[in-house]
């Protein structure tokens, strides 16, 4: 079939869809959703069989849904309708949840059913949610729908549905959202948090100064008096709640008279409120319109807060919050590095340069990577970078960073290593994965192992040394040229990966613990001298030191020369900027 997407954005569950229907054999094309007259005018050009919206915020023109089927995929069970249905399904507490399709109508979300799917839900930020339950469940259901298009079948109205348990839902406002810490426990309080992250967080305020908390894990020993700042980590700031406490990892500081933006009447028609995050001068002020950690957001503020430390640093502490956590089961050490959205700062990467250094030190055999649950790595941190006073020597100091720990693990000689991909990774994140012995994803994991959608960045993390031998130049050249999403099945196809494991996560970690002890048992001893005299041998041939040269040297142009692309696209990217046309890579009925 032809299928167009109609998209606000080429998100991770957009991609996943792409990949998958391409898989399948389905010609794909996408169009942002940018003006109706450009929707219209793709649906001409294309002639598509069938127009999908994967995720949109606003609906689908009259003139489009009347003359095609349009199907809408809605991350909420049947019945369920308008822009904040995640967000009150955790909030509410929802035990299970679900993703159906529907066609579009005059009436958001109120058309016919083609397919659900549900889930059962977990105690997550909404974005991970999304992420992982409700992007399976969507390409299930969407699967499902185009069977049942392809079929000749008819969408079921919701008015002969069996059971629904939906209901229309409004737009979740700031009120909804607040927290009140002399009363909510901290279960509340994770709730509300979770439920607003990644966006728009919590509108609430630090150290007497507004600000939109998010990213919250819990604690179990700290405590205090109710809304207190009890303590620092790292990014991080521990707040007392009435029961215990709550850390808060990231936050978005807002000037006095904007803490309640997102509830003004402007808000209410686009569902997540994303014009608040415009760059808003106000005065000699502006305000951020990204996430930064939270110790650094108040780094002033934060400086007399006592900190934290972990008794053992790397330890895995499992009743704290901690971002690189190591265990042990046998011969095999793992290595979780759970940073926000895979973003790795400068100080990230030499914590956990440090720590990898330190696992590798341990009477182990296997050291396995482990990364997030949401994301492996996305490379340096974009967010960090646009708000150092110079972002240039920012990039400059992350890429040297990233680069240590991938020439690290390239140079360990004492394990073999493995990168375990639970989560998607892009950019240098999928490179530094690459610098492992070997690569295993999670069957639904989405890679973008290419750099140039951030303005013609060259990369580096060794990329030049690692992806030749695995896919050839040409297969090298074609993978950063076309730009496109990978699934883990198609990474292990063209060799970039070595394995894919289970799609679900508890059983992807157990088939990682397995495989991994089955590669620290027999054979062992004849692999690691193998992989030292493969190192050794390609240094003869080429030192890793010339390669990492090479590399930064078309980095140094792209932040210190004179072209700003780099610049201009982190800015749009961090600003979370709309789009105004459609890469070509992806809109392929444009000419
Ligand atoms: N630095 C800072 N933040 C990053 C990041 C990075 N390298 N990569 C992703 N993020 C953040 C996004 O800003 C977004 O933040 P939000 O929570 O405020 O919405 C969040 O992670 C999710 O990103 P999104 O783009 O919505 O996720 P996705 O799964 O749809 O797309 C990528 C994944 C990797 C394709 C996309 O995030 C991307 O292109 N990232 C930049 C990669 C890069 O160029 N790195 C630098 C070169 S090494």
Same mark, same amino acid.
């Given at each position: 079939?032809?299928?167009?997407?109609l998209?606000h954005?080429?998100n991770?569950?957009?991609?996943?869809?792409?990949a998958e229907?391409?898989?399948?054999?389905?010609?794909v094309?996408?169009?942002?959703?940018i003006a109706?007259?450009?929707s219209?005018?793709a649906v001409a050009l294309?002639?598509p069989d069938?127009?999908?919206?994967?995720?949109?915020k606003?609906?689908i023109?009259e003139s489009?849904?009347?003359?095609?089927?349009c199907?809408?995929v809605h991350? &909420?069970i049947?019945g369920?309708?308008?822009?904040?249905?995640?967000?009150?399904?955790?909030?509410?507490?929802?035990?299970?949840w679900?993703v159906?399709?529907?066609?579009?109508?005059?009436?958001m979300?109120? %058309?016919?059913?083609?397919?659900?799917?549900g889930?059962?839900?977990?105690?997550?930020?909404k974005a991970?949610?999304y992420?992982?339950e409700?992007?399976?469940a969507?390409?299930?259901?969407?699967?499902?729908?185009?069977?049942?298009?392809?079929?000749?079948?008819?969408?079921t109205?919701?008015?002969?549905?069996p059971?629904?348990?939906?209901?229309?839902?409004?737009v979740?406002r700031?009120?909804d959202r607040?927290?009140?810490?002399r009363?909510?426990?901290?279960?509340?309080?994770?709730r509300?948090?979770?439920?607003?992250?990644g966006?728009?967080?919590v509108a609430?305020?630090?150290?007497g100064?507004?600000?939109?908390?998010?990213?919250?894990?819990?604690?179990a020993?700290l405590?205090g008096a109710?809304?207190?700042?009890?303590?620092?980590r790292e990014?991080?700031?521990?707040?007392?709640?009435?029961?215990?406490?709550?850390?808060i990892?990231h936050?978005?500081r807002s000037?006095?008279?904007?803490?309640s933006?997102?509830n003004?009447?402007?808000q209410a028609?686009?569902?997540?409120g994303?014009?608040?995050?415009?760059?808003?001068?106000?005065g000699?002020?502006?305000l951020?319109?990204?996430?930064?950690?939270?110790t650094l957001?108040f780094?002033?503020?934060?400086?007399?807060?006592?900190?934290?430390?972990?008794a053992?640093r790397?330890t895995?502490?499992?009743v704290t919050?901690?971002?690189?956590?190591y265990?042990?089961?046998g011969?095999v050490?793992?290595?979780?590095?759970?940073f926000?959205n895979?973003?790795m700062?400068t100080r990230?990467c030499?914590?956990?340069?440090?720590?990898f250094?330190w696992?590798?030190t341990?009477?182990?055999?296997?050291?396995?990577?482990? %990364?997030g649950?949401?994301?492996?790595?996305n490379?340096?941190?974009l967010?960090?970078?646009?708000?150092?006073e110079s972002p240039a020597?920012?990039?400059?100091a992350n890429?040297?960073?990233?680069?240590d720990?991938?020439e690290?693990i390239l140079?360990c000689e004492?394990?073999?290593?493995?990168?375990?991909?639970?989560?998607?990774?892009?950019?240098?994140?999928?490179?530094l994965?690459?610098?492992?012995?070997?690569v295993?994803?999670r069957?639904?994991?989405?890679?973008?192992?290419h750099?140039r959608?951030?303005?013609?960045?060259?990369?580096?993390?060794f990329?030049?040394y690692?992806?030749?031998p695995?896919?050839?130049?040409?297969g090298?050249?074609?993978?950063m040229r076309?730009?496109l999403p990978?699934?883990?099945?198609?990474?292990?196809r063209i060799?970039f990966?070595d394995?894919?494991?289970? &799609?679900?996560?508890?059983?992807?970690r157990?088939d990682?613990?397995?495989?991994a002890a089955?590669?620290a048992?027999?054979?062992?001893?004849?692999?690691?001298?193998?992989?030292?005299a493969?190192?050794?041998?390609?240094?003869?041939?080429?030192?890793?030191?010339?390669w990492r040269?090479?590399e930064?040297?078309e980095?140094?142009?792209?932040?210190?020369?004179f072209?700003p692309?780099y610049?201009?696209?982190?800015?749009?990217f961090v600003a979370?900027?709309?789009?105004?046309w459609?890469p070509r890579?992806l809109?392929?009925?444009?000419?």
């Open positions: 079939m032809r299928i167009l997407f998209t954005g080429f991770s569950l957009t991609q996943r869809l792409f229907l391409t898989a399948l054999g389905h010609e094309s996408v169009e942002f959703d109706d007259s450009v219209e005018e294309f002639q069938l127009v999908l919206a994967p995720f949109l606003r609906a023109p489009i849904w009347r003359q095609h089927v199907l809408i991350p &909420g049947v369920d309708r308008g822009p904040s249905a995640l967000d009150w399904a955790i909030q509410e507490g929802e035990a299970e679900g159906t399709v529907l066609q579009a109508e005059a009436e979300d109120a %058309g016919p059913v083609w397919a659900t799917a889930f059962p839900m977990r105690r997550a930020k991970s949610l992420r992982q409700v992007t399976e969507a390409v299930r259901a969407v699967k499902e729908a185009l069977a049942r298009f392809g079929r000749g079948e008819k969408p109205s919701l008015a002969i549905l059971d629904v348990r939906g209901c229309p839902r409004p979740m700031q009120a607040a927290i009140d810490w009363r909510d426990d901290t279960a509340t309080i994770l509300k948090i979770d439920a607003a992250d966006f728009p967080g609430d305020s630090l150290f100064q507004p600000c939109h908390l998010h990213d919250a894990w819990p604690e020993r405590r109710p809304g207190e700042i009890v303590a620092r990014t991080a700031l521990c707040r007392a709640t009435v029961d215990g406490a709550v850390w990892g936050v978005r000037l006095a008279n904007s803490a933006a997102d003004a009447p402007a028609g686009s569902p997540d994303r014009s608040e995050t415009r760059w808003t001068p106000a000699r002020h502006f951020y319109p990204f996430k930064l950690p939270a957001a780094a002033a503020e934060s400086a007399s807060i006592p900190e934290a430390p972990l053992g790397f895995a502490d499992h919050w901690q971002d690189i956590r265990e042990e089961a011969a050490g793992f290595l979780h590095f759970d926000l895979g973003a700062g990230q030499q914590r956990l340069t440090e720590a250094r696992a590798s341990r009477p182990t055999r296997v050291l396995v990577l482990m %990364g649950g949401d994301f492996w790595s490379g340096i941190h967010n960090l970078i646009e708000a150092a020597d920012e990039s400059w890429i040297n960073a990233i680069d720990l991938a690290a140079r004492s394990h073999l290593t493995v990168a375990a991909l639970a989560g998607n990774a892009g950019a240098g994140g999928c490179f994965a690459r610098a492992c012995d070997a295993w994803a069957d639904g994991v989405i890679l973008n192992p750099y959608n951030m303005g013609n960045l060259h990369g580096s993390e990329w030049t690692l992806l030749p695995r896919v050839g130049t040409d090298a050249a074609a993978i076309h730009r990978l699934t883990a099945a198609e990474a292990v060799g990966h394995a894919v494991l289970a &799609g679900d996560t508890a059983a992807f157990v990682v613990a397995r495989r089955a590669m048992g027999e054979g062992f001893t004849q692999r690691i001298e193998d992989k030292r493969r190192r050794a041998c390609d240094e003869v041939e080429k030192p890793l030191s010339a040269a090479e930064l040297a980095m140094r142009r792209n932040f210190y020369g072209d692309s610049h201009v696209a982190r800015w749009h979370r900027s709309p789009h105004s459609t890579h809109a392929r009925h444009r000419p």
